[in-house]
C-alpha cells in the first residue's frame, strides 16, 4: 500500500491538478492527502472531483490558509472517518487485499504557535482513546532538532520539547526517509535560504511490527515549496547480498565456543587464512548448534502443546519429565532470544529495563531502515539509484580499498 502527503500550497494553482495526476501515475497511491489546499467548502468539492479518486474527506480552512483533503479509492481501501478538526483528520484505514486495519492521521499544523498546542493536546487524547496500531503524518510546521533546520534562526528547543513530548505520549518513531534532508524550503538565495524538515511519517511500536519494511521517500519538489512525501507498506524488496561476517557476542556464554576458536587458530598459519577459516567455521557453528532462535522457539511451543495435550488426557511419568525438559529448552532459547534482539538494537538494556519488549523489536527495524544504502554517489557525483549499480560501485570501493592496503 501506497500513501502520498503533500502541502500544495493553494489547489487553485493552474498545475495543481496535473501534478496530482502526476503523483498518481508515478507512484500509484492507495491514499493521497494534499493540505494547505486554502479553500473549502463547494470549490473544494468542485475540484476534488475531478481528480483520480472517488472518495475524499475535506477539513475546512483557518482563514485564508490550511485545508486538508484526504482522497481515496475505495475499491482498493476502505476508510471510515473517526474524527477531524482544522488542523486533523483521524480515520481507520482497513487495506482490503489483506484485510488489515489501523488508524491514520494526518496533520497539518497551523503556524501559529498557540492554535498548535491545541494540536499536541489532541493527539495525546486520541493516543488514550485506543490500542491500535496507528501513524501520523504531514506537515508540523516545527522542526525537531537543530539538524532539521539550516538558516535562518535557530530551532526552538522549548516548542521542540513540547513536540517531542506529544510524540512521546502518543509512543511515536520517525520512521525516516530517503532522499533530500529537508522537506519545505523558503527558496531565497543562498544569502538568505532556509530549509527544514518538518513533513514526517511517525508509526507506534505496533504498525512497524505491521509493517517492518515500511519506507518513506521525500520525492522531487515542484508547483510548491513542499517535497511531496511517499511512504509504501511493502517497497520492492532491494537485492540480497552476501553478508559480512559478524561476531555474535552471546557466543562467549557458550562452553563449546572455545573449541571453535582452538580449532581456526591452534595451528600455525598466516593471518588471512586463520581469518578466513574462523569466519567460515563460526558462521557453520551458529548455524548448526544455534539454528534459527525463532524457529528453534516455535517448535518447542509446538511440542509442549503437544505433550500438554496428551497430558490433559492420559497423564505418563514420561510427558511430565518430557514436559520439564521442554521448558528448560525453552527457558535456553528465551534467554538467547533476549540476548539477540538486545545486541541488534544496540541499547543498554541494562539501563532501559525488560530485554524482550516491542521496543527492541522496533529499534532494531528502525536501525535497519537507516544502515539500508537505496543510493550512492560516485566520483564524479553522480547518484547511483539502482541496485546492481550501488552493489558494484561500493564492491569496487572495496577491492581498490583492499589492494591498496
Known amino acids: 500500500m501506497n500513501i502520498v502527503v503533500w502541502n500544495c500550497r493553494g489547489a487553485l494553482k493552474p498545475n495543481f491538478q496535473s501534478h496530482v495526476r502526476e503523483l498518481v501515475r508515478c507512484h500509484n497511491p492507495d491514499v493521497l492527502v494534499v ?30 490558509v490550511g485545508g486538508i483533503w484526504l482522497m481515496w479509492n475505495a475499491d482498493r ?18 487495506v482490503l487485499l489483506f484485510n488489515l486495519s489501523w488508524i491514520f492521521t494526518t496533520v497539518y499544523a497551523s503556524p501559529r504557535y498557540d492554535e498548535r498546542q491545541v494540536l499536541w493536546e489532541n493527539l495525546s487524547k486520541v493516543a488514550d482513546l485506543h490500542n491500535k496500531p496507528w501513524i501520523i503524518a ?26 517531542k513530548e506529544c510524540l512521546d505520549k502518543c509512543n511515536m518513531v520517525d520512521m525516516g526517509f530517503n532522499g533530500p534532508k529537508y522537506t519545505w524550503t523558503n527558496r531565497r538565495e543562498i544569502h538568505s535560504l532556509i530549509q527544514e524538515r518538518i513533513d514526517r511519517f511517525f508509526m507506534n511500536p ?8 515500511a519506507k518513506v521517500s521525500h520525492l522531487t519538489r515542484c ?49 588471512r587464512e586463520a581469518i578466513d577459516l574462523f569466519s567460515n567455521q563460526a558462521n557453520l557453528w551458529n548455524k548448526n548448534h544455534f539454528g534459527n532462535i525463532f524457529h528453534k522457539k516455535k517448535r518447542i511451543m509446538a511440542q509442549l502443546d503437544g505433550v500438554q ?60 531502515k537507516m544502515n539500508l ?33
Not at 140 to 163: M, Q
Request: negative net charge.
Open 373 to 405: 544504502i537505496t543510493a550512492i554517489k560516485n566520483e564524479v557525483g553522480d547518484w547511483l539509484t539502482k541496485e546492481r549499480e550501488v552493489a558494484s560501485h561500493i564492491r569496487e570501493g572495496f577491492m581498490k580499498l583492499y589492494t591498496t592496503s
Open 138 to 163: 504531514e506537515d508540523f510546521n516545527e522542526p525537531l532538532a537543530e539538524e532539521d533546520k539550516f538558516g535562518g534562526r535557530p530551532v526552538s528547543i522549548n516548542r521542540s520539547l513540547l513536540f
Open 77 to 94: 481501501v476502505e476508510v471510515v472517518q473517526l474524527a477531524k478538526t482544522e488542523q486533523e483528520i483521524h480515520v481507520e484505514v482497513k
Open 223 to 271: 508547483h510548491s515549496d513542499h517535497y511531496p512525501v511517499l511512504m509504501e507498506t511493502n517497497p520492492r524488496r532491494p537485492m540480497q547480498l552476501n553478508r559480512l561476517f559478524k561476531f555474535q557476542s552471546f557466543w562467549l556464554s557458550d562452553p563449546s565456543f572455545p573449541s571453535v576458536v582452538k580449532q581456526a587458530w591452534g595451528q600455525q598459519r598466516d593471518l
Open 35 to 64: 493540505m494547505e489546499t486554502r479553500i473549502g467548502g463547494d470549490r473544494a468539492k468542485d475540484i476534488s472531483d475531478r481528480l483520480p479518486f472517488d472518495s475524499v474527506i475535506h477539513t475546512e480552512t483557518m482563514g485564508f
Open 206 to 213: 505496533s504498525w512497524c511490527l505491521l509493517y517492518p519494511d
Open 309 to 368: 495435550r496428551a497430558m490433559a488426557l492420559q497423564p505418563f511419568s514420561s510427558l511430565v519429565t518430557l514436559e520439564n525438559h521442554l521448558l528448560k529448552e525453552l527457558d535456553v532459547v528465551l534467554e538467547q532470544e533476549k540476548d539477540l534482539w538486545a545486541l541488534k538494537s544496540r541499547i543498554n538494556w541494562m539501563i532501559l529495563g525488560d530485554r524482550n519488549t516491542s521496543f527492541f523489536h522496533v529499534s532494531t527495524l528502525a536501525r535497519r
